[in-house]
């Protein structure tokens, strides 16, 4: 079993800052990806950012110079350093994570429960 819980989300005013964090637990071998996808009312799910094992890092066009994701693989945990926020970036918050657990089993389909990041005007 494993588990996926963030926190650090909240209300901001707009150009302020956030910094979400992930921490994965539970039957863990490795950690092979970690992501931060939000879903906005009334919208679909999307990327925002991806950091793997090795560090190499992906980010959605909206977030490049604004969002820096990160991890801790002795915590197994990630973070997102959001900074210069805007309305737009109003959404739940989720993370994943691509996982091979103990067994030997991989797999990218574990989320968090999300946290709501609100962006005021």
């Known amino acids: 079993q494993v588990q996926l819980v963030e926190s650090g989300g909240g209300l901001v005013q707009a150009g302020g800052s956030l910094r979400l964090s992930c921490a994965a637990s539970?039957?863990?071998?490795?950690?092979?990806?970690m992501g931060w996808y939000r879903q906005a009312p009334g919208k679909q799910r999307e990327l925002v950012a991806t950091i793997t094992s090795g560090g190499r890092l992906n980010y959605a066009d909206s977030v490049k110079g604004r969002f820096t994701i990160s991890r801790d693989n002795a915590e197994n945990t990630a973070y997102l350093q959001m900074n210069s926020l805007k309305p737009e970036d109003t959404a739940v918050y989720y993370c994943?994570?691509?996982?091979?657990?103990?067994?030997?089993?991989?797999?990218?389909?574990?989320w968090g429960r999300g946290t709501q990041v609100t962006v005021s005007s």
């Open positions: 994943n994570a691509d996982i091979t657990g103990i067994r030997g089993v991989r797999t990218n389909g574990y």
């Open positions: 539970g039957s863990i071998f490795s950690i092979n990806a």
